[in-house]
């Protein structure tokens, strides 16, 4: 091997995928929603999310300050996801309340996702805790999206108003969560599309 010409630099040798990479912040994120999933927040450590992503945990705090961070990027993630999912959903001509049933079906499925999911969005009621303006300015993205979307929540009724339509369909998720973990034999999921049908729907449209 011959010597550096005098006066220039050896040559950097090119750095393959690593820490530093965006692919790489994505794929500790896609663990990081993985670890979060199965242990709860509070549970989860980085560690475990470290070893399914398959770096260190020196890699990870590379990228992460710790773990109030790592959990609202694999929120966004995960917020991301379903945007991707009802887009699709909605591509392929399913109407309705259905769209909504479709979205949620594999989480309904996943109990300890469902619980877990149910504990943060809880805990974050709390100002303090650190993901609590995440789901503040979640439910303002929903209701944006809900009456921007040809769902029936776009629309005001005689009897209720499309922001107040999306109050009753957040609520309803979330006591149907509730309601298919204590008894998981119970298809509570269809009861989201006759509420659509029945209340959410305007009359007017139900009669038609």
Do not use: C
């Not at 890699?59 to 993630?77: I, N, P, T, V, Y």
């Not at 309340?97 to 499925?109: H, I, P, Q, T």
């Not at 109990?111 to 303006?133: G, K």
């Not at 973990?181 to 007017?204: G, H, I, W």
Request: glycine residues 4%; hydrophobic residues 40%; neutral net charge.
């Amino acid at each position: 091997m011959t010597a550096p010409e005098q006066g220039k630099e050896p040559a950097r040798r090119r750095r393959g995928p690593n820490a530093s990479t965006p692919a790489r912040r994505a794929q500790i994120v896609r663990a990081a929603l993985e670890s979060f999933a199965q242990h709860g927040y509070e549970r989860a450590s980085l560690r475990d999310i470290a070893a399914r992503a398959g770096v260190t945990h020196a890699a990870l705090l590379r990228h992460f300050s710790g773990k109030d961070e790592l959990l609202l990027s694999a929120l966004a993630q995960r917020e991301e996801d379903e945007e991707k999912l009802a887009e699709q959903i909605l591509q392929s001509g399913l109407a309705g309340g259905s769209v909504l049933v479709a979205v949620l079906r594999d989480e309904f499925k996943n109990p300890d996702y469902q619980r877990n999911w149910m504990a943060l969005a809880i805990a974050a009621t709390d100002p303090a805790h650190p993901a609590h303006e995440f789901f503040t300015s979640r439910r303002e993205r929903m209701r944006t999206r809900f009456n921007s979307s040809p769902l029936p929540t776009s629309r005001d009724s005689a009897y209720l108003s499309a922001d107040e339509k999306v109050t009753l369909v957040l609520a309803m998720i979330d006591g149907l969560r509730i309601q298919a973990l204590l008894d998981p034999s119970r298809e509570t999921l269809a009861l989201l599309e006759v509420f659509m049908k029945l209340v959410v729907t305007p009359l007017e449209d139900s009669e038609a």
